[in-house]
């Protein structure tokens, strides 16, 4: 397996890396490129955010398909936790599955 070191290189915004078979294979893709390879078989995607933004955010929660309303949610300052879900449904990924 490779490794890499810890480095403190200022990240601006957005860090990606493809890992497959316990190789990287791509650093620093654009983030629109995330949920295609997603889709690829044995891929392994790494996201490193630093200080997001809210149109990162947004835009992160667009490409990964999450509702919109609950990243909003989660991002608004002073915004308290929120539970609606029945009991007999479960969260994943910010969304409601029917249990």
């Given at each position: 397996?490779?490794?890499?070191?810890v480095?403190?290189?200022?990240?601006?915004?957005?860090?990606t890396?493809?890992?497959?078979?316990?190789?990287?294979?791509v650093?620093?893709f654009?983030?629109?490129?995330?949920?295609?390879?997603?889709q690829e078989?044995?891929?392994?995607?790494?996201?490193d955010?630093?200080?997001?933004?809210?149109?990162?955010?947004?835009?992160?929660?667009?490409?990964?398909?999450?509702?919109?309303?609950?990243?909003e949610?989660?991002?608004?300052?002073?915004?308290?936790?929120q539970?609606?879900?029945?009991?007999n449904?479960?969260?994943?990924d910010?969304?409601?599955?029917?249990a």
């Amino acid at each position: 397996m490779q490794t890499g070191s810890v480095t403190s290189d200022k990240c601006d915004g957005v860090r990606t890396r493809l890992w497959r078979a316990g190789r990287l294979e791509v650093e620093n893709f654009p983030l629109e490129e995330i949920s295609d390879h997603l889709q690829e078989e044995g891929a392994l995607v790494w996201l490193d955010l630093c200080q997001p933004d809210h149109a990162l955010l947004r835009n992160l929660a667009s490409e990964l398909a999450f509702d919109p309303h609950a990243v909003e949610d989660a991002i608004s300052s002073g915004e308290a936790t929120q539970s609606d879900a029945p009991c007999n449904s479960h969260l994943r990924d910010g969304i409601r599955d029917p249990a």
